[in-house]
């Protein structure tokens, strides 16, 4: 059984910086690429994402503020935020990709506000 647990959302001042994490468990993680995507509004957005080769890629809004990490051993994966905005405030999601399937978190709530 595969499970996806964000946790690490929190309300936060302007300026601030917050880490999610992503906890996996069922044999997905190791070779899986990660995923944060954010639902701000309507639609769920992507944000960042780690291959199994530990390359990472960012959207252009959070590049430099956000540092997505890994950690294989311990089946979570990182996102480090740093200078937050009131932008930045949303339902944070992980996501894991492995073997043409999608495993998808609860999200986890930050709201930048002061």
């Known amino acids: 059984q595969v499970q996806v647990v964000e946790s690490g959302g929190a309300q936060v001042q302007p300026g601030g910086s917050l880490t999610l994490s992503c906890a996996a468990s069922?044999?997905?993680?190791?070779?899986?690429?990660l995923y944060w995507y954010r639902q701000r509004q309507v639609e769920r957005e992507y944000v960042a994402h780690v291959?199994?080769?530990?390359?990472?890629f960012y959207t252009l809004s959070v590049k430099g503020r956000f540092t997505i990490s890994r950690n294989n051993d311990k089946n979570t994966m990182y996102l480090e935020m740093k200078n937050l905005k009131p932008d930045d405030t949303g339902v944070y999601y992980c996501?894991?990709?492995?073997?043409?399937?999608?495993?998808w978190g609860q999200g986890t709530h930050v709201t930048v506000s002061s």
């Open positions: 069922g044999g997905i993680f190791s070779l899986g690429t």
């Open positions: 291959t199994p080769r530990d390359e990472k």
């Open positions: 996501k894991i990709y492995r073997d043409n399937n999608e495993y």
